[in-house]
Structure formats: C-alpha cells, structure tokens
C-alpha cells in the first residue's frame, strides 16, 4: 500500500485518539494509558509500512483538496526528514505515556493529560508531515496552544500558569511572524505546496523578498526553539510535569524550529545573511545557555539551559550550510533525543523520590538509588561528549565543522568559542553526575530515595541502552541519518559515521573541553559566589515589564474610546458618517438631474404634514412615553399610505401589520417601564444633539434627493421579465422573496427565528435572577383599569378571529400573484391571536394554545428548508422552483407551485416569532402580581342570566 | 414627490438621531424605530418612485411597473427591524429591571464593578 493516503490516517490519529483519554479514565488508571497507547502505536505501525520506501529514497505523498481557491490542501508527504520526526515523535511519546502513568499522582487529572499530549502529538506530527504550509501553519499554532495546555497542566501553580502563557505569548508571537514569512514564500513561487517550493530554491534566493521572508521565518523558528534573545521561555516552561518537559522541551516542541530550519534548508540555506543570523544565533546561544546551565541549582533548570545550549548547537549546524553540517545535525538531533529525554525522567524521577530537585539539597544518590544512578550518570556522560557514546561522536562531527568554519575573515572565533561552549557543557554534565549522585550519602533529604517502581525507569532506561548502542556501533543509525539528511540537503550524501577518527583538531578541543570543564566543577563553589554577585538581566522581569506596558497601553486605548457613554459613541458615529458622507458628497462631481418630478396632489400634502407634526411631536413629548407611543403610530400610517401611493402594495400591507405588533411590543414594555424620562440634558448638549441630528437629517435628505433626480440601471427587468416564466408568479415582489432571492429569505425567517428565541431565552434567564424579585415586590403602573377584560372586546375579538384567519389564508393564498403572501400572512394571524390575550387576559388564552411557539418557528424553518433541498432531487440547485397548472373541471385553472410551500415556512416562521416575542413579553406579567383569570371576560352576562333562569327555576 | 420623499427622511431621520442621542433607554428605542422607518423607506426610493405602477404582472396590457428589487428587499427589512426593535427592547427591560435604572451610559459605579470581576479572573 504505498499511494500515501495512510499518511492521512497517521496525522489524523492522534487527533482522533484525544477523545479516548477523557473517557477511559472512568475505567481507571490502567485502562487510560493503555488506551492513550493505542492510536500511538497504531499510528506507529502505520508509520512502519512506509519505511521501506523511505529508505529505498521515495517520497511518499498524498492530497486531499480543502479548500483549493485559497491553495489550501489536506496534502502530507513523508521523506526521511519526516519519517526521523515521526519515528521521534511517536517513539517518545510512547515512552512518555508510559512514564506519566507511574509519575502522575492520583490527584492530578490523568484523563486530562493524556487528552492534551495526544493533541500535542497530532500537532506535531502534522507539522512534519504536511505538505502544505497553510496546513503546516495551522498545526504550528496548534502545538502552540496544545503545549500551552500541557505547560499549564497543574492550574494550581502560579508557576505553572506564568510558564504556560509566556511560552505561548513567546512562541505565538513568532508563529505570527512566521505566517508571514510563509506567505511570502507562497507568493514568490506561486504554490503553497512545499514540495514545489522545496525546488524553487534558486528563484526565492533570487527574489527581493527574500530578506523580510528569511527573517520571518527565522523569528518563527528561533521563538518555537528558543534561540537567544527568546530563550528565556523555556526554562519558565519548565513548570510543566516532568513527562511534559521530557516529550515537549528534549524531543518534540523546541525541535520544530530545528525541523523547520531543517525543511527550509534548501532554499533559505547557503546565503551570507543565512550564515550570519543562522550561525552566530546558534553559536550565541550554544555558549550562553551552557555558562547559564552551570550555575543552576534545580535540575530541571539545568537541563532546560542544557537543552537550549543544544538547540544552539543543532541551529549554529544547519547555518554553515554545508552538507557534513547537516549530517552532523541530523545525527546529534538522534542523540540529543535519546540522551536528553532520559535525563529528564531522571530528574524526575529523583524529583519523585527526593521530594527536591535542587542540587544543593542532593548528593550521594548513587548508593540509594544505583539503578536511577546507572541511567543517569550514562546519559550525562553522553551529553557531556564522552568517548564511547552517541553524544561524542555527533559533538566531534560539530567540532571538526567549527574548526573549519571562517566568520568574517576570523578562522579563530568559532572554533574558540565551540570549545568554550563544550567546557561548560562537561562542566555541568560533570555537575549532574557528581552533585547528585556522587558524594557521601546525607540524612537531609526531604524524602528518603530510593529506586523507583520499573513502570518508571523502564523508558529512560531503553533510551540509556540506545545511548551506548549508537555510540558503540554507529553504523546502526546510518541509514536513517542518510535519508534524513538527503531529505535536507537534497542531494547525496554517504555519511560514515564511526567512533574513532583518528587524532584529529576536533579531538583536542575535546580533550580541552573535558580538562577544562574538569575545573570548572573544581571550582564550583567559588565561580557559584562569583556568578550570584554579578548583575546580569532577569528576562522574566524585562518581559513582565513589557507585557505590562503592553496591557497598560492597551486598556488606556479601550478605556479612552470605549468608556461605557453611549450616547457618545452614537454621536461620534453619526458625526463621523457624516463627514465621511459629506467629502464624497461635494468631492465625486455628480451629473446633472435626469429625472422629472412627479406632481404632489394635495393628500400627499396632508399626509406630508402630518408625519413631520409626528415626527416633531415624538421628539419634543418624548418625556412622556405614553404620549410619544400614539404620535409614532401616526407615523407608520402615513407610510404605509405612502407606500400604496407610490405602487408598493406588499409593503403598505407589511408596514401596516408590522406597525400593529410594534406599537403592541413597545406598550407591553412600557408597562414595566418608568412611564415619564427625566430631564437630564443639559440645554448645551440638547442644542448640540439637535445641531448633530438636523446635519444628519439633511444630509440623508440630500443623498435621498441626488439619487431620486437621476435614473439608475438595475437588475430589475431581469426580474420582471422572469417572474412569470421562471417563477410562475405575476406578484413579482413575491417571486423575489421566495425564488429569485429565496434563500436571502431563507436566512432572514432564522434571524427573525432567532431574535424570538433569543427574547425568550433572555426573559427566561431574567426571571430567574434578582430582577424576579424586584418584579414581585413592585407595583408598576397604579392607575390600572378596573375592567381588564371588557365584554365588548371580548365579544368582538371572538368573533373577529374566524374571519381575520381567512383574510390570513387568503392573503396567503394570493400572494403569488397578487400582493399578499407568507410574511404578511404570518403578521395579520399573529395579531388576530394577539388579540386574543389581550382580550381575556395572557392565561386564560394561553391555557388554550396547543401548539408551541417554539417548533412553529422549528417548522417553519425545516419546511422553507425542505423545500430547497426538494429541488436538490430534481438535480436542480438549492431552492430552485418549480410550478404547473392544475385543472379541476367546475373551478378554473389551478396553479401549484413549490415556492408555495416556502412560503408556507415564512408564514410558520414569521407566526411563531412574533408570537414568541410577544408571548415572552407577557409572560413578565405573571411575575408582577398579574393574577390570573379563569374567565374570558370581567363580567360575562350569560352566566348572569343563566343564574337568573336557575333563580326562577328555584322559586 | 421627491422633495416630498426626500424630507420626509431627513425629518424622520433627524428626529431619529436625536432621540438615540438620549441618555434613557426608552427614547433611544423610539429613536431606533425612527431610524429604522427612514432607513425603510430610502431603501425603497432607490428604486425610483413610480404612481400606480405596481410591480404585478399585467399580462394583458403593455405597462410600466415600479422597481420590484428594493421592494422585496425592504419588506424582510420591515419584518426583520421589528424582530430588532423587540430585542432591543427585551434588553432594555432585563437592564432595567436587574439595575432599577434605565439610563444608557455607564456610570462609574458600573466601571468599579466590571474592573471587580476583571480582576477576580486573573
């Protein structure tokens, strides 16, 4: 099976596997880890199929097409560079799953651990599969906000929390950065597929973007592996869980800038300014996290600045730029793997049993605790460069390359300070063995130590044991380093890695390097007080700093623009609108008026006269709520009468009834309202408000004025000429609603559908909280009538609800042809039902509503929805219509169509909401003391003679 | 006709501003339906004004109808501000009743207990 799709599978695994921890741990501890092993190894074993071709030098690929207009694509290739990762990544990350099941203590929640390492895992393997870098960004994020979690895994600790989110401010930050590097990239070949871009190396190095893109993608590389200056990170980080800081910060996270570097290589490499950032950042950082690393006195410290010193390492290798660089990388990201991830297990395990990781407090393990002693003292032999291990041999491969490497015409200063790198590095491998596990035994632990449970040292102790294999038989590894390194270089190359190679320059500045740092442990003591007194910059403190500036900055901007006065940032809009309305305005030369103006009969007049006194009225009695609710009302009609003037027949009908549930709505809500605003404008702001509202007016007249003068060309006879044909509809208004603009309708019932649950949810959630009690206590409106449910309404009402419904149905029926239709419909029964409540009261009527408001909006939506999808079955698109004639003889012709029945769901939809809304609104009452009415109506004279006929009958 | 249109806007609009302008929560909502009315109807006038030309197919006499377009547009916009207005005023209520107060402005007894809360999640 090799067409590559099972690559898909590999990277989807983890994901897929993150869903099982969290359950699993229900069944218990056990069961939890196993089950967390299983996509691992899973994704192992399917990893394992496609070696063989890997090695024979194929690249094995597959591609999914996501989203191709943006050049996105679910594409995943696998070469040796992929496959060194992946086997990494997996490999580790077994053995963590392992370890973590013996290092976590029952308190801390393991289904939740597991659940973010395989997160972690699956982003990590994406970003060494993809074969896209759109995709590759996406997992680079998200190992980003996975390792956030892990970091932050014991919420309890201050620590913890702090690590998490400077780590993830720090790497975040340059994935930005990195977005954009990659972009660039994107651009100049053209292709966001890696593999193309792999083999344009000539035309980016060419390209004057070069430059911004390098640097962008190294900003990205240099935060995610924590090269100087952002290697502050990673010792904060080490806040997390050991097995985190043993998967995260030795195998997987930090090396992702490496593998990037490593990918890039081809086309960023081999130009000065690579050698000169690339290199002097590595070298930089090589030696400083190795001086730092020795005068750490928590271990987990030491191994973070060791880790950084090495990631130092690895980057100053990938930026010489030649091919025994390279391979010499490759090998020592294999061994750096190995050595390190046992010796943080180590430390925690010492962790665990001591109860302290501080070297101080340590000493004389070695007697306690041997087998913990044995891996430990191996593994740090082997970080320390010692003959016969792996360590050694990859860190001679970088010293004969430093020996070699020329910097600005020195051929001094990178070889001298390698070798000065690789003192401190003996010097605080020596500093592990023999502070910790050397010495005399002391009766001062916190806990007394003693060799762990196998579950525990079973990981580091397999890491040991490849330690001393590839050091004694390198030829073991040479496989994988060669289709690794090809992979990086893209060319051949036949590494022979061997252990002894003879008396070479690399060798003495070994031998200096341990003679060396054979003093410097002598000397601890002294250089330790030394180092204490001298000033040196507290990163943390300097980024506290900076992001406290950052957030101060911040909020001065929010609070300064966003201070909570509203009628502020109102005025500030229209103000703005205004302005901007007004250049456009006097600045884009407008033609001159084509139209002719229509002649204004007096009526027009009238109702003209009669909407600004309204408006006036509205605005100047304003204080007096009541008042200002009749006034608005007069305005709707005038529009509405407008509207049939002006040949809009739907809208007059739509305005009309809307007009009817508004004014409703809005004296509902006055009722519970205080019934009279307080005057609290001064007269300044008054007249500026007024000065700010007759601007925008005018100008809205203006804009309203230059656009009625001219004629336009519109879409519109498309419509017209259409409806009948394509629609089966001479309402072409209609037509429009429900075909040609269907599913513009479609959205709007799901907003209005929406807005009516949104009301019922908030009033829901408000008579749950205090205000339930502040209704109860409070009388709202003293002045109440004394008949609330008087017989003539009552009587009218009842009667008229038959009758409203068949206007209802009809204007449902006509609307296709005729003005009418589902939205108006929905509002004319909606108000016939209204009426209903208001007569006899929101109980009683209630009592006797069978259908829930709720699912007629459901419906109506799933109707309009299914009758789109129907068009799906004749293999037409989403909501196309379709239509015929029936005949039934004694009637005339019938017309059927489909846009019927979505219309049918408009009218559900736009019935249910209203009513909802309304529903809702009344709903308050009962809290407010309303009580309720078990009659239709106060005083209901049927029963009076009824009980006038049983007196009689009495006598 | 159009000078008719065009001010009947502008005063809606007008009053509309100023009372969103107010500092209670009642006038504002009158002022959004103001808003929203001359909203409505300007969207309706892009379509140019036209007397009895309503857009109903005649199929038997060749006439000339009123644009169609902005009219099947503004009728779900009549529809939808109302859903609007509604929210608005549901929210307007739950703020009243949960603060014994309708005013629309932040005061800085309101900023002191927002910082609170701000300051508990860290």
């Known amino acids: 099976m090799n067409d590559g799709s099972i690559l898909a599978l590999v990277a989807i695994l983890p994901f897929l596997g993150a869903l099982v921890p969290g359950i699993m741990i229900r069944a218990g501890r056990n069961a939890c880890a196993s089950f967390t092993a299983v996509p691992t190894i899973l994704a192992l074993i399917l990893l394992g199929t496609q070696v063989p071709a890997v090695m024979r030098g194929e690249v094995v690929s597959t591609t999914i097409e996501w989203l191709p207009q943006l050049g996105l694509s679910a594409s995943f290739f696998l070469d040796g560079l992929g496959l060194l990762f992946a086997g990494m990544i997996l490999g580790v ?112 190095k060419a390209s004057e973007w070069y430059m911004p893109a390098l640097i962008l993608i190294l900003i990205g590389a240099f935060t995610k592996s924590a090269q100087f200056p952002f290697h502050f990170w990673l010792p904060h980080a080490m806040a997390a869980p050991t097995p985190v800081s043993a998967y995260l910060h030795s195998a997987t996270m ?51 600045f060791s880790t950084v010193s090495h990631l130092g390492l690895l980057t100053m290798l990938l930026g010489f730029g030649t091919k025994a660089a390279v391979i010499a990388a490759v090998f020592h990201i294999i061994n750096h793997l190995t050595f390190k991830a046992a010796l943080f297990m180590t430390a925690g395990i010492v962790d665990h049993e001591a109860h302290t990781r501080d070297v101080k407090r340590l000493g004389g393990l070695a007697k306690l605790m041997p087998i913990t002693a044995i891996i430990g003292t191996i593994t740090a032999l082997s970080m320390a460069g010692t003959i016969p291990l792996n360590g050694f041999i990859s860190k001679e491969m970088m010293l004969e390359e430093a020996a070699h490497t020329v910097w600005y015409n020195n051929p001094w200063i990178v070889p001298v300070l390698a070798t000065l790198g690789a003192c401190f590095s003996v010097a605080y491998s020596f500093r592990f063995i023999f502070h910790v596990f050397g010495g005399p035994v002391r009766d001062d632990y916190p806990s007394t ?137 006097f600045t884009s030369g407008m033609a001159a008026p084509t139209r002719e103006l229509l002649p204004v009969p007096p009526l027009i007049w009238v109702g003209w006269l009669s909407l600004v006194a309204a408006t006036w009225l509205v605005v100047s009695q304003h204080r007096k709520r009541f008042r200002s609710l009749i006034f608005i009302s007069i305005i709707g ?42 005057a609290e404008s001064s007269n300044g702001k008054r007249l500026r408000d007024a000065v700010v509202a007759i601007a925008g007016g005018g100008a809205v007249a203006a804009l309203a004025m230059a656009f009625l003068t001219r004629d336009v060309d519109s879409i519109s006879a498309y419509h017209l000429a259409n409806s009948y044909k394509g629609g089966g509809g001479t309402n072409v208004v209609n037509v429009i609603l429900v075909d040609f603009r269907g599913y513009d309708t479609y959205g709007e019932i799901i907003v209005l559908g929406i807005a009516g649950l949104t009301i019922f949810a908030l009033m829901d959630a408000l008579l749950r909280g205090p205000a339930a009690k502040r209704l109860r206590d409070r009388a709202f409106s003293p002045d109440r009538s004394r008949d609330r449910h008087p017989l003539m309404m009552v009587v009218a009402t009842r009667a008229m609800l038959p009758i409203a419904i068949m ?94 029945a979505f219309d049918l769901g408009v009218f559900l939809a736009v019935l249910g909401a209203v009513m909802l809304m309304l529903y809702s609104l009344s709903r308050i009452a009962r809290f407010a003391g309303e009580t309720i009415n078990v009659t239709p109506m106060d005083h209901d004279p049927s029963e009076d003679s009824a009980d006038e006929q049983e007196q009689k009958e009495g006598q | 006709m159009e000078m008719i249109v065009a001010s009947a806007i502008g005063v809606l609009t007008a009053g509309g501003i100023y009372l969103i302008l107010r500092l209670r929560a009642f006038p504002v909502i009158l002022g959004m339906a103001l808003l929203s009315y001359a909203v409505n109807v300007f969207l309706f006038a892009t379509g140019r004004l036209a007397v009895n030309a309503p857009p109903i197919l005649n199929n038997y006499a060749d006439v000339s109808y009123s644009d169609p377009l902005p009219q099947a547009l503004v009728l779900t916009a009549i529809v939808i501000s109302f859903g609007m207005t509604a929210v608005l005023v549901m929210i307007a209520l739950g703020a009243y009743l949960e603060a014994d107060s309708d005013e629309i402005n932040m005061t800085d007894a309101d900023e002191d207990a927002a910082e609170n809360e701000e300051g508990q999640g860290v």
């Open chain 1, 807 to 900: 206007v209802g149905i009809y204007i449902f029926l006509r609307g296709h042809n005729q003005p009418g239709g589902g939205f108006v419909a929905g509002l004319v029964i909606s108000i016939a039902l209204l009426m209903q409540y208001m007569a006899s009261g929101f109980a009683w009527a209630q009592l006797r509503q069978r259908i829930e408001y709720h699912s007629m909006i459901g419906w109506g939506v799933i109707i309009a929805g299914l009758t789109g999808v129907g068009a799906w079955l004749a293999g037409k698109p989403f909501l196309t219509s379709a239509y015929g004639y029936l005949h039934f003889p004694p009637i005339e012709e019938f017309e059927w169509a489909t846009a019927m």
């Open chain 1, 93 to 204: 990350g077994l053995l963590i799953i392992l370890y973590a099941r013996f290092y976590l203590s029952s308190d801390d929640p393991m289904g939740q651990f597991y659940t973010y390492l395989l997160l972690f895992q699956g982003a990590m393997l994406g970003i060494v599969l993809s074969d896209n870098i759109l995709l590759l960004l996406i997992f680079w994020e998200l190992t980003s906000l996975s390792s956030f979690l892990l970091i932050g895994y014991w919420k309890h600790l201050p620590e913890g929390r702090q690590g998490a989110r400077m780590a993830l401010t720090v790497t975040g930050a340059g994935g930005l950065a990195m977005i954009g590097g990659m972009l660039i990239l994107g651009n100049i070949v053209g292709s966001y597929n890696l593999t193309d871009i792999l083999a344009q190396g000539e035309l980016i």
């Open chain 1, 637 to 678: 009609l005038v529009i509405s009468g407008g509207f049939v003037y002006l040949s809009a027949p739907d809208l007059a009908l739509t305005q009309i009834s809307v007009e009817t549930v508004t004014i409703m709505l809005l004296l509902l809500a006055l009722y519970f309202l205080p019934k009279d605003t307080p």
């Open chain 1, 449 to 585: 130590p003693h060799d762990p449970p196998f579950g525990l040292y079973a990981a580091p102790a397999l890491l040991t044991v490849l330690v001393v294999l590839i050091g004694a038989m390198p030829f073991l590894a040479e496989p994988l380093v060669t289709v690794a390194a090809n992979a990086v270089t893209g060319l051949d190359t036949h590494p022979h890695l061997k252990l002894w190679h003879g008396v070479t320059p690399a060798l003495w500045m070994s031998v200096v390097a341990f003679a060396v740092g054979g003093v410097l442990l002598v000397l601890h003591g002294k250089l330790d007080a030394i180092w204490a007194r001298l000033p040196r910059p507290e990163a943390k403190a300097i980024f506290d700093a900076v992001m406290e500036r950052c957030v101060a900055t911040a909020k001065a901007i929010a609070q300064g623009t966003h201070n909570g006065v509203m009628s502020r940032y109102l005025a500030l809009l229209v103000v703005a609108s205004i302005a901007v309305g007004a250049h456009a305005y």
């Open chain 1, 254 to 304: 930090v090396k992702a800038g490496i593998f990037l570097m490593a990918r890039m290589w081809p086309v960023l490499a081999g130009t000065e300014p690579w050698f000169y950032i690339v290199a002097t950042t590595g070298l930089i950082t090589m030696v400083l996290g190795a001086v730092i690393a020795l005068f750490k006195d928590d271990l987990k410290a030491l191994l973070a």
